[in-house]
Every structure is written in C-alpha cells, then in structure tokens.
C-alpha cells in the first residue's frame, strides 16, 4: 500500500490495492492513515521556491515554443504509431521506496505521540508546581495559626453556643501583653447567604464592635484571624447580622464567653 500511496506500484498491485480498498473498510482506512501520513510530511518540510526558479522555468517554457514553432520544410512521410518505451522499477527499489515510506510514517506517527506526550508532562509539571504554592501557602498560615495559640501571652477565651445556635462555638486568643484579639470561627455554623457574623466585645457593660469575621467559602477552612484590639473587655459574643459594620448588635447571638 505504501508503493501504491507512493505512485509506484505496477498496474497489477494497483488493481490489487484497489480490489481490497472496496472489499476490506480495514485496507481502506489504512491506505487513507498513509496517505494522511505522507501529506502531513509533504506540508512539514514544504519549501518556497525562490522567485528565481519561477524566473528559469518561464525562460525555459518561452525557448522550448520557439524551437517547437513550424518550420516549412519538404513534407515528410508520418511515422508509424509506435509505442513509447516503458521502463520499469526493478522490485529492489521498489520495496525500498515502500520501506522508506513505511519508515517516514512511523517517524510522523512517533514525533506525535512524543508531542502528546511532552504536552501531558508539561501539563503535569504545572499542575504540581500549583498545587506545591498551595501547599507552601497553607503552611504558611498554619504556622501563623500556630504562632498566635503558642504565643506565651496568649490567654484562650472560649464562647458557647447560646440559645439560636446550641452546638456553635469560637475561641478568642486575648494577647495579654498588647491586648491583642485573634479569633478563631472554625466552631460556627456556615453563615447562610447575604449573613455574616460580627464579633463583639462587652466594654463596661456595652457592646463594642470588634469586627466582621471573615467567613469561608463552603468546603474552605476557617482561619485564625486577627480582630480589632480592645484596651479593656468583660467578655465576648458574636451575632449574625444582615449588614456590615453595625455598632450595635441586631441580629440573634450565637456564642459568647467571659474574660
């Protein structure tokens, strides 16, 4: 088949190549994989002839039409019809031509699976580098959790959950010698849509904003985060508002803890 892609199998292996493309669907989509081959060679290593070559093959075409052009001479005898000569390909080169196509095939055909592959690596290769800056990242603000509940100064404040919201619970990490607030939500239900929770410190019997807690999104971790300082506090609660930034609470409270 590649002799017959290739334009040089006899007359008889082109009948046969053709028999078998009709009757085998097999043979028919394996001669047109080859052909497909062959012309995806053609197209890679495809050169533009330079605007010479056009020059010398019209010089050429223009001096042949004058040397054909008639010329009146003594009227000649028409020769007999005689057949051109045929040369034939010995069958050496024949099944050389078939091998080297054979072998330009499987070349085309194993650079495109090093391609595909080298694209599954490559592809790979970022995906791992992402998922190793996630991972660097984590660690990062675990050890800055881990920071914050080791520091000598400080002091764990637990809040339970109140009547709205029985089985909640936070931490408060008071830094003694700032007066620092670190709060960790990682207790309290997922806030429902357009609802965020607000943390309250209870300053001389009032409430004092200490800050929105900043909620994950579903299936993310909640985070040790940092709130605003108080110079002095009683104890600390944490509602779930409607709106940002209230300074006073107004939805239903679900945690709270004394100092």
Do not use: C
Request: glycine share 6%; proline share 7%; no cysteine.
């Amino acid at each position: 088949m590649e002799l017959y892609a290739a334009g040089l199998a006899s007359e008889q292996e082109q009948r046969d190549v053709q028999a078998y493309v009709v009757q085998y669907p097999e043979v028919a989509e394996e001669l047109e994989q080859i052909e497909s081959g062959m012309e995806l060679y053609a197209r890679a290593f495809a050169k533009q002839p330079s605007d010479s070559v056009k020059e010398k093959v019209f010089a050429r075409i223009n001096n042949e039409q004058v040397e054909s052009a008639p010329v009146a001479t003594a009227p000649v005898e028409p020769e007999k019809n005689i057949p051109a000569p045929v040369i034939g390909i010995a069958p050496y080169w024949k099944y050389a031509a078939a091998a080297s196509v054979a072998l330009l095939i499987g070349s085309i055909a194993v650079n495109i699976m090093l391609y595909n592959k080298s694209n599954d690596i490559s592809q790979n290769l970022q995906q791992t580098q992402q998922e190793l800056a996630s991972l660097k990242d984590e660690n990062k603000t675990m050890e800055g959790d881990m920071a914050v509940v080791q520091n000598k100064f400080s002091k764990p404040v637990s809040l339970k959950g109140l009547e709205a919201a029985p089985d909640a619970a936070a931490k408060i990490f008071w830094m003694e010698n700032t007066g620092e607030v670190y709060l960790d939500p990682s207790n309290l239900p997922e806030a429902p849509a357009g609802k965020q929770y607000q943390l309250w410190g209870i300053v001389d019997g009032k409430p004092v904003s200490g800050g929105m807690i900043l909620t994950s999104k579903k299936g993310d971790k909640f985070r040790i985060q940092k709130m605003k300082t108080f110079g002095k506090v009683d104890a600390f609660a944490i509602t779930l508002e409607s709106e940002p930034d209230n300074t006073s609470p107004k939805g239903p409270m679900f945690v709270m803890g004394k100092m």
